[in-house]
């Protein structure tokens, strides 16, 4: 699989739509559906994941207007002038007025879920339903506030679409965690399906809802702050969509390649640690098992961020730790907190600075395993 990531500065600003551009960086997995006996697997949903997006919100002007090209303002006065206004009416004592056209944007850095949607007929109305079937999943999935996810579509025909981001800056985390967890999408669209009043395991209708829920309601997709979209929201649109979606798998384990993860990884490391940065080359070149994980915690009751984790089946994985010169001397807590992973099954490992690399690493053979051909 060629890499789908797209480096910042690589593909420059991306223009999308009238109303948004950002640079295009992230990367790719798929969830596809076994159909009829797994012959053929079709892709329902690609997920991309883009850290750190620049977002460009940029007004154009009035949507009734016919041309969209920003507002005019006088650069003498600083004043709003109308679209409309002409200068053969100078009122004789203020100085002509020096129009220009502006387009007022706000800009912002935030983490971005884009999905792609295939299906039969990919409208309005069943974009944007999936768009907020999907947010309300999130929030009841992982347990936070609508306020917290921003949702809107985004590009247009096939380019179209849904674009989910943490309202946080620096984030919640929990776009990783749906696009490395196996199944997330799958789970997703079975809480969906719930909300919206069907069966989650057959689709079917749950008759105490037809009535009381014709199109949405605000038990399932309607909300104040979504009162522009409740003419396009009907759950009966998404529903074997999302039916085919809650019965699919992942076309890959995370769908990323070693290089994806490599590049992953990368980024998230500490930029003032030039050390875990080696270390991670270091695997890379070697084409030695890599992380699962970066600045990650284990585990919610110790308070302790592995600089790196690899994930061993269904017991306690490997916590390693880059102790870099800056990191020489390690506090009483962290020893204490170490011990403390060490006691619930996690396995410590400590890369130190001063002493060969490939050395460590040797040391641990099981951990560091060789990969074939790089995948
Ligand atoms: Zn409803």
């Not at 109305?125 to 985004?154: G, K, M, N, W």
């Not at 209708?205 to 702050?225: G, H, N």
């Not at 990323?256 to 003032?272: F, I, M, P």
Request: proline content about 4%.
């Amino acid at each position: 699989m060629a890499a789908h990531f797209i480096r910042r500065g690589g593909a420059g600003t991306r223009r999308l739509s009238g109303h948004d551009a950002f640079p295009f960086s992230g990367r790719l997995c798929r969830a596809g559906a076994d159909i009829g006996g797994g012959e053929k697997a079709e892709s329902l949903l690609e997920v991309r994941y883009v850290p750190q997006a620049e977002i460009w919100r940029i007004n154009h002007g009035w949507r009734r207007s016919s041309d969209r090209n920003g507002f005019v303002i006088d650069t003498n006065t600083s004043a709003w002038q109308r679209q409309s206004d002409d200068d053969d009416e100078p009122n004789g004592t203020t100085p002509r007025a020096v129009r220009r056209q502006v387009r007022p944007y706000v800009s912002d850095t935030r983490n971005l879920l884009l999905l792609r949607a295939n299906a039969e007929e990919l409208d309005e109305d069943f974009l944007r339903t999936l768009a907020y079937s999907l947010r309300r999943a999130i929030q009841l999935d992982y347990q936070i506030e609508e306020q917290e996810i921003q949702v809107e579509l985004i590009g247009s025909e096939r380019q179209r679409r849904i674009i989910l981001w943490e309202a946080a800056e620096g984030g919640i985390g929990v776009w990783e965690r749906l696009i490395k967890e196996p199944g997330a999408f799958a789970g997703l669209a079975r809480t969906a399906l719930d909300l919206l009043h069907f069966d989650a395991a057959t689709g079917e209708a749950k008759p105490d809802w037809t009535e009381r829920c014709v199109a949405a309601c605000y038990d399932c997709l309607l909300s104040y702050a979504n009162q522009l979209d409740h003419r396009h929201l009907d759950r009966h649109r998404v529903c074997d969509y999302l039916l085919r979606l809650a019965r699919s798998e992942p076309v890959k384990s995370g769908g990323w390649t070693y290089d994806e993860q490599y590049v992953w990884l990368w980024e998230r490391t500490d930029s003032a640690s030039s050390f875990e940065r080696s270390f991670l080359d270091h695997l890379y070149e070697r084409k030695l098992r890599l992380p699962d994980f970066a600045q990650d915690t284990p585990v919610a009751d110790v308070f302790l961020q592995p600089d790196f984790y690899y994930q061993r089946g269904t017991i306690p994985g490997v916590c390693v730790f880059i102790d870099g010169p800056h990191h020489a001397s390690r506090t009483a807590e962290d020893r204490s907190a170490r011990e403390a992973l060490e006691d619930r099954g996690f396995r410590i490992v400590a890369i130190a600075a001063g002493r060969p690399l490939a050395e460590q690493i040797d040391t641990y053979p099981d951990v560091f395993t060789s990969v074939a051909n790089g995948q």
